[in-house]
């Protein structure tokens, strides 16, 4: 990857009224890469992809770049930027290869040169085949197809994609997060892909930036996320299932060691370095990292544990069991009997994070 970022925004601001929507963003992108900004409704991630578009002016702005190329207060028309919205803006009253050639026939490119182009970026999303229909022809998934050909067809050095999959069933969500991965590589184009979902950020990204409140809370890469939070927010949001109050004793040997309410001791990552003895945390672990009863030398925690409910989910079963820590959930992928009763919980330090108690706001 290059070392000059293909996407350069430094200290964004923007309001709505009295509504600050982005405090200060920092937001950089490297040529080719796949970027992801995660977060829920009104963290500012959709704020944010509108001002890199130009759809939005932001208050204020140190540096907005794309290429290289100083695009600040330049209206969208003169980004080197597409974007790709969940309602796809398609044209209903054109043919599936005049939504794909619009672009460039704004663009003063001949018609001969413009379907030419056209029809290898359908080729690309694999509609080269339904370029003369209709889009009330299409389903849902050729649609969203569509919506990518035409915004690749200009080739822009930044493709921008406001949650895109959001209006598709599971099933065909999942197909185009792998089309959306292949085509992303294909192209060597940097994509800036805009969620709430942490599976689409886990599964499709080079890097995912989360967001909450107008500010970005973690940046990394997908496992760093997944595995190492380093905000309660930042657990919760990746769907840590188990959070329990503790109190920090130390350090033993690299880890962070915890007391937590019945007497009982843990081991864990620490990840607020600044925190010292005798202070609130968190503890955090997830319910696959969690197993019942002991599991052999490698187990750092045992916490005493009381079966209370088991929900069959299909692909796993979610075992629910109360601790004087508070209750805590364990999830099961094999279809080995369980007896009805459970004495502890077990689970590797290295599985778990300890965590500031609660988030500076």
Known sequence: MSAEPMLEAMDVVHRYGLVTALANVSLTAGRGEFLTILGSSGSGKTTLLRVISGLEMPKSVRRLRIGGVDVAGLPPSKRSCTTVFQSYALFPHMSVIENVMYGLRIRNVNREEATRAARQALAMVQLEHKGDRRIAQLSGGERQRVALARAVVTRPSILLLDEPLGA???????????????????????????????????????????????????????????????????????????????????????????????????????????????????????????????????????????????????????????????????RRWENTPLGETISSVTWKAEDCVVLAASDKS
């Not at 069933?169 to 979902?197: A, K, N």
């Not at 990394?220 to 996320?225: E, R």
């Not at 769907?239 to 880890?255: A, F, H, K, S, V």
Request: charged share 20%; hydrophobic share 40%; no cysteine.
């Open 168 to 330: 598709l069933d599971e099933r065909l969500r999942q197909d185009m997060q792998l089309e959306l991965v292949q085509l992303q590589r294909s192209l060597g184009m940097t994509f800036v892909y805009i969620t709430h979902s942490q599976e689409e950020a886990l599964t499709m990204s080079d890097r995912v930036v989360l967001m909450s409140h107008g500010r970005i809370v973690q940046s990394g890469a997908p496992l760093d996320l997944f595995d190492r939070p380093g905000s309660r927010f930042a657990a919760e949001f990746m769907g840590y299932e188990n959070i329990l109050p503790g109190t920090l004793r130390g350090q033993d040997r690299g880890y962070a060691v915890v007391d937590l309410p019945g007497g009982v001791q843990v081991r864990g990552v620490a990840m607020d370095a600044a925190s010292q003895p005798g202070a609130a945390v968190a503890v955090a672990v997830r319910a696959e990292r969690l197993s019942p009863g002991a599991n052999g030398p490698a187990v750092s925690n045992v916490l005493p544990a009381t079966l209370t409910n088991k929900l069959y989910r299909g692909k796993y079963t979610d075992l629910t069991v109360a601790t004087a820590a508070g209750s805590m959930r364990l």
